[in-house]
């Protein structure tokens, strides 16, 4: 701490500021030091860097934390510009990608030329973030650890030992433990892909020679960039990046992941047996977590039959057959609601994510719906993809989240078309959908205007979407509807 507070001094003394905008910079450091106790009582639990270009620049910076004792690396991407800006890392995603008890190297470098350009920097320390907290800057209201959804693996010295362009197959020695873990995550329902650079037929027969090439979707196996092969991934799986955990034995190949993706989680191949232990691997276990890997596969068959047709959207959904399911919120789908608010960005009207007894509340709650949506096909079974909260009382939309499995397939036209019938029912003339919009749900937004919604302020940062009861959804028929849910309130009299 004291080396740190040395060049913090020695770095606001230098600092091309006014005299008052330095003096407070200096006070507030010095503030913050006298409310610390000693290193010895505080359980860090964020690494903190703030940061302001002088002269208005945007500029693009690194942080790293490099081993001194081996290949293990954590990175994450920021920016420096006019105004102050702070990074906050967690203490726990930097732990799980290297040893902190051993030597490091803490560096900050600029991506890409930044020659003649000044940079100020606040705090670059480890903190308790509950006792150093600049009151007059917000953070994020959602400060979690974002889950994964995806671990995409190397193959040679990651999966096994040895290289398979070098030596065969009969040259490799599977490391039992990595598929230890692989296969307990994809009991959770973590999914898992393949970015390897070998020829694609021989390492899909390596995989088939070790009974692993089930176990991996959308492999993507060639010469190409790492980073292109994360692209095709996630468009193959239409999930986000920023899910997503990439494991590589070669610093190289973590750092062009990493420098192209920064929102990817990137871990070494000695993190890889542990990483059921990793907290964005603490997910919830569901009876649907062990399917998700065959749910994704049929997806993929899907994919491909609709290629046969592509002029025929519409006439493929029909001979998809899919069928939607409305359900009661109960005590046996609690858990799966619970984790489809957690996973669940895109389609997030509000950004919700509910705690299990909140979620546990609803069942009882006389005034709300809480509607459970299950989708299947003639392809296979989707699970539950979707919960609505409907208010028919006062025709209101409190929340509505779906699984982007079934985004596209009109599954939203047919639970919409139900939620609107349901409304009339209770004599309401206005559906009405409460709206927050986020940095990832923006497709929500598409959605309430293709479905005729539009948009009214509200309070609160949020927005209120309005349609008429009356107007019928186009094409909702495409999906055939089942609903077994019955309103605790009664309809409003004609």
């Known amino acids: 701490m004291r080396r740190v507070d040395k060049h913090i001094g020695r770095a606001l003394k230098a600092a091309p500021l006014p005299f008052h905008p330095k003096t407070q910079w200096i006070r507030r450091w010095n503030d913050r030091k006298d409310r610390l106790p000693s290193a010895s ?127 065969g197959v009969d040259g490799l020695t599977l490391r039992n433990d990595v598929v230890e873990a692989i296969r307990e995550l994809d009991r959770r329902g973590i999914l898992h892909a393949v970015a390897s650079k070998n020829d694609e037929a021989e390492a899909l027969a390596a995989l088939a020679h070790f009974g692993l090439q089930d176990l991996f979707l959308a492999p993507q196996i060639g010469w190409g960039p ?105 005590e046996t789908n609690v858990e799966r609601v619970y984790e489809l608010s957690q996973r669940t960005n895109q389609l997030n009207f509000r950004g919700t994510r509910f705690t299990r007894q909140q979620v546990q509340h609803m069942i009882h709650d006389p005034h709300r719906l809480g509607m459970v949506l299950s989708c299947d096909d003639r392809f296979g079974d989707y699970g539950i993809i979707g919960f609505a909260v409907l208010e028919p009382g006062s025709g209101t939309l409190l929340d509505f989240f779906m699984s982007c499995r079934v985004q596209r397939k009109h599954v939203e036209h047919a639970a919409f078309a139900y939620m609107l019938d349901e409304l009339r029912r209770h004599g309401q003339t206005q559906m009405k959908a409460l709206m927050r919009r986020t940095d990832r749900n923006r497709a929500s937004c598409s959605l309430l205007e293709n479905l005729g919604f539009v948009s009214h302020p509200g309070s609160n940062g949020e927005e209120i979407w309005h349609r008429d009861t009356a107007q019928p959804i186009p094409q909702a028929d495409v999906v055939r509807v089942t609903a077994s849910i019955v309103s605790a309130e009664e309809p409003a009299s004609a």
């Open 41 to 167: 009582n505080i359980s860090p639990q964020a690494f903190v860097v703030e940061a302001w270009s002088p002269a208005g620049a945007t500029i693009p910076l690194t942080l790293s934390f490099i081993s001194a004792t081996d290949e293990r690396m954590f990175q994450r991407s920021f920016t420096a510009g006019e105004t102050y800006s702070r990074l906050s890392v967690a203490y726990a995603d930097i732990a799980g990608a290297i040893d902190l008890s051993a030597p490091y190297l803490v560096q900050i470098e600029p991506v890409g030329d930044a020659e003649g350009l000044e940079i100020c920097f606040g705090l670059m320390d480890f903190v308790a973030t509950d006792i150093v907290a600049p009151a007059p800057i917000a953070l994020p209201a959602d400060n979690r650890i974002p889950k994964a959804k995806v671990i995409v693996w190397d193959l040679d010295n990651t999966l096994w030992d040895g290289t398979l362009v070098e030596t």
């Open 226 to 330: 790492k980073s292109d092969s994360i692209s095709a991934i996630a468009a193959a799986l239409d999930l986000g990046i920023d899910s997503f955990i990439f494991v590589d034995d070669q610093p190289f190949e973590r750092g062009e992941v990493q420098a192209a993706h920064p929102a990817i989680a990137v871990l070494t191949h000695e993190d890889a047996p542990t990483l059921p232990g990793h907290p964005r691997c603490d997910v919830p276990i569901t009876a649907e977590s062990g399917r998700r890997r065959d749910m994704y596969r049929a997806e993929a068959q899907r994919r491909e039959a609709q290629a046969f047709q592509p002029t025929d959207y519409l006439g493929f959904l029909i001979e998809s057959g899919i069928h939607l399911t409305i359900t009661a919120l109960d």
